[in-house]
């Protein structure tokens, strides 16, 4: 074999090297990826099944309900157009109150939202972009949407 097919081949056997590990790369991220969706998209059937996703609206007054043991909270989420009954078992923020923004990572059972974390805005004039696109979109009568994959 000369030199040239030698180094050739040593090209090859590395381009293909650098595309299996980008491979596994791209799969891990895709994998750890979490989507935005609003309550409309969950009405619409826009949910990834198979994973855990975070809802965004606004907690929906007078929704706000603790079960007896102190932990278990259930409480309404809306966009404005749509709402979703959300079940959490953990301790709120400390700025969670009826009528602002937050965010729930979980999944969705049935028509409920079992949410494993719930993370609450941290001042009065900051709200997820997600969750003011989708406030934004649910006021003017269109659908919210975002990017979705199952």
Do not use: C, W
Request: charged share 25%; proline share 5%.
């Amino acid at each position: 074999m000369k030199a040239r097919q030698k180094r050739m081949i040593f090209i090859a056997v590395g381009l293909a090297g650098l595309a299996i590990a980008a491979t596994f790369v791209m799969k891990a991220f895709n994998s750890n990826m979490m989507y935005f969706i609003s309550p409309s998209q969950i009405k619409v059937g826009e949910v990834p099944r198979d994973r855990n996703f975070r809802l965004g609206g606004l907690v929906l007054e007078g929704s706000l309900k603790r079960e007896d043991d102190g932990l278990t909270v259930h409480f309404v989420v809306t966009d404005g157009a749509q709402e979703i009954p959300v079940i959490y078992t953990g301790i709120l923020p400390d700025l969670f109150t009826e009528g602002q923004g937050v965010v729930a990572v979980g999944r969705l059972d049935a028509e409920v939202f079992l949410a494993e974390e719930v993370l609450a805005k941290h001042d009065e004039t900051y709200m997820p972009p997600e969750v003011a696109d989708a406030l934004e979109k649910a006021k003017q009568g269109g659908e919210a949407s975002a990017p979705v994959k199952n």
